[in-house]
């Protein structure tokens, strides 16, 4: 199956701090989303992003299917932004839409 | 417009028992898939409803089955609880025809003494 690599596996970072997370995919995809999952295990949708590049706020994102790898960007980090990044990826032709995840990056951010 | 909706939101139960979990989906959707998360880990995923019918299913054992209604709302069923199968149980909801992204509920968090 296709595999799904997160870095960094963990990052702790002074508030107002820039961070980059990346995640690597071993296949050609149909869909990729990155999620925040807080500290509650609530899953909250940031991109759905199978190419290109967004942005919402302090946050944006570029895939580049090409080189099969993605990009989460966050600027002038909050305490709140703190918990897990997931990056999930669904395979380029399958049936259904099943999602790949990453073993995420576990973000803190210190007031 | 109601998003994904799971309940319980908690449940402890004992091993050899048997669970059943519900899932509405986001209003719109017609899909439903379920991830297990351990702790530590990042969502498994367990199978997918379409149609009333399973289309898609992962690495788990048959003690792990499901069903979806006509309102596309869906019941993971678990058999035989096992200690390990204490985790969080994710229900995701999607529109089959588009290429539009997966919206998750909160989640059932499972402990199995």
């Given at each position: 199956?296709?595999?799904?690599?997160?870095?960094?596996?963990?990052?702790?970072?002074?508030?107002?701090?820039?961070s980059?997370?990346?995640?690597?995919?071993?296949?050609?995809?149909?869909?990729?989303?990155?999620?925040?999952?807080?500290?509650?295990?609530?899953?909250?949708?940031l991109?759905?992003?199978?190419?290109?590049?967004?942005?919402?706020?302090?946050?944006?994102?570029?895939t580049?299917?090409?080189?099969?790898?993605?990009?989460?960007?966050?600027?002038?980090?909050?305490?709140?932004?703190?918990?897990?990044?997931?990056?999930?990826?669904?395979?380029?032709?399958?049936?259904?839409?099943?999602?790949?995840?990453?073993?995420?990056?576990r973000?803190?951010?210190?007031? | 417009?109601?998003?994904?909706?799971?309940?319980?939101?908690?449940?402890?139960?004992?091993?050899?028992?048997?669970?059943?979990?519900?899932?509405?989906?986001?209003?719109?959707?017609?899909?439903?898939?379920?991830?297990?998360?351990?702790?530590?880990?990042?969502?498994?995923f367990?199978?997918?409803?379409?149609?009333?019918?399973?289309?898609?299913?992962?690495?788990?054992?048959?003690?792990?089955?499901?069903?979806?209604?006509?309102?596309?709302?869906?019941?993971?069923?678990?058999?035989?609880?096992?200690?390990?199968?204490?985790?969080?149980?994710?229900?995701?909801?999607?529109?089959?025809?588009?290429?539009?992204?997966?919206?998750?509920?909160?989640?059932?968090?499972?402990?199995?003494?």
């Amino acid at each position: 199956g296709i595999q799904v690599e997160q870095s960094p596996p963990d990052l702790i970072l002074q508030e107002g701090a820039n961070s980059t997370l990346r995640c690597n995919f071993s296949d050609s995809v149909n869909n990729l989303q990155w999620f925040h999952q807080n500290p509650w295990g609530q899953l909250i949708n940031l991109f759905y992003i199978p190419s290109g590049t967004k942005q919402n706020g302090r946050l944006s994102a570029t895939t580049v299917a090409t080189e099969r790898y993605s990009l989460l960007y966050i600027s002038s980090s909050q305490t709140t932004d703190s918990g897990v990044y997931f990056c999930a990826v669904e395979l380029f032709g399958d049936a259904g839409n099943m999602l790949t995840f990453g073993g995420g990056t576990r973000l803190m951010v210190k007031p | 417009d109601a998003g994904v909706t799971q309940s319980p939101t908690h449940l402890i139960k004992t091993r050899g028992q048997q669970v059943t979990l519900r899932c509405s989906p986001k209003s719109g959707h017609d899909t439903v898939s379920w991830y297990q998360q351990a702790l530590g880990q990042g969502p498994q995923f367990i199978f997918q409803y379409y149609e009333e019918e399973e289309r898609q299913r992962g690495n788990f054992p048959d003690r792990f089955s499901g069903h979806q209604f006509p309102n596309y709302s869906s019941e993971l069923n678990v058999n035989a609880l096992l200690l390990g199968d204490s985790a969080l149980y994710l229900c995701a909801s999607s529109y089959s025809y588009s290429n539009q992204p997966q919206h998750f509920g909160d989640g059932t968090r499972l402990s199995i003494l």
